[in-house]
């Protein structure tokens, strides 16, 4: 009789796992075949669909502490996706209703790339499911947010009716208002536990005008909720391994409920973006131009292509000799579907993975009322030369255009009014620019950006 041929994994999960460094080896299949009948074998336990999403969201948290202390977020990620691509792989070759059941809970908790697999799977393979496994659909009662005032961080909370059944869960996020954060605590439980830390924390609030509390819509908490799961969560924060996925099952079914864009997870992004980026080693030069000016102001940098958009929000301001302000906001110019970068993506969403190709364009916003809108168009990308500190200022045109004007449309009526003696706003803009140091339009001093993006905060 012939040996039967083992299927192997999925190429799009194989391909992510390859950045945990390792490659699944033969002899894991026994292994693998273990940890599988113990996953069908709690989930079957369950009586109802809350406790299956709890244990699988638990079972998720268990691998993503797995890596050794020294392990990258990167990494930690990947051996996820390695492993539950195996899981469901070993899934698929069972039969019988809990086997269908694990694989439609894959499809819809945990990473992004194993949902698209299990959800092929499922399709391929319908079934009479268990009841454990059969979607209920989450009804938000009450929502609520408190904390200090200013950046003393927040702690938010919900409580929803699944399926028959009420559970709540709480998270405690730390504000940074030029890098928004993390969770850095993370609970789920019943109802009753969480209205009694809503009740803590209003009494809490009462007691000083520094600190705050306000019940939340939906649209408000899922506001809060996207933030903090795009964003990195604190490492080895309380409760956030093994309550992660659960809470980000349930911002995603409250996005579907109000026909917002679908939640993304720090982990999946941080692997798509690995796929998307071309590694470091290449120099990518830009020129970046103040939108709306005439004649055009800009400057022709070169700076690494695996600049964090952070990093890159800190160096800009640089450029035109503003002060670092708020977090900007970045749009991808030509992108299908949402453009913008939200906040929580910044610190490791890479410049070479939104643009790459010479022509690829990005906007940043700057100020608080993104008065300045700056165009970054990628225009070569070329090999590093080691005789060279990057990032660096090599062109350019016409002074900085100062902060405190209103956007492009103050500049030009300060430059109209300047250049027009005969102006009714002459002499009254004659001496706002001497006051902003404004006193030569056309001067470029790129020494002067060069040392300034030295400077800056990385």
Known sequence: MSRRRRR??????TRRARASGTRPRPEAGHMVATITTGLLSRLGACPHRLDAETEMASFLGILETCPSAGASDLQRAALVVAVMALVIH???????????GLLRMAAEIGPEAIRREAEELVARHPGPAPEWSRPATPKLLRAWRFGQRGTGGRTIGAVFSYGGHEHGLRGSIDDDLFAPQGFHELWCGSAAEADADRDRGRAWAADTQLRYYEDLDAAGILGDLRQALEARPAPHGEGVATHLHLVRLRARQLAGLLGHDDV????????????RHPGPGRVFRVRVEVAGTDPVIWRRLELAGDVSLLELNRLLPAVFEWEEGLCGQFDQVGATGPAGVRPGRLAYTRLSSLIGEPGERLRWFHGVFREWEVLITLE????????VSYPRCTDGHRASPPEGLDGSDGLQHLLTALGDPDHPDHHGQLEQAAALGFTAPDRFLPDSIDRLLRQAPR
């Open 8 to 13: 192997q994994p999925h190429r799009t999960a």
């Open 90 to 100: 070993e899934t698929s070759r069972r039969s019988g209703d809990s086997a269908t």
């Open 264 to 275: 993304e997870l720090y982990a999946d992004n941080l692997l798509s973006d690995f796929v």
């Open 380 to 387: 070569a990308v070329h090999p590093p030369d080691p005789a």
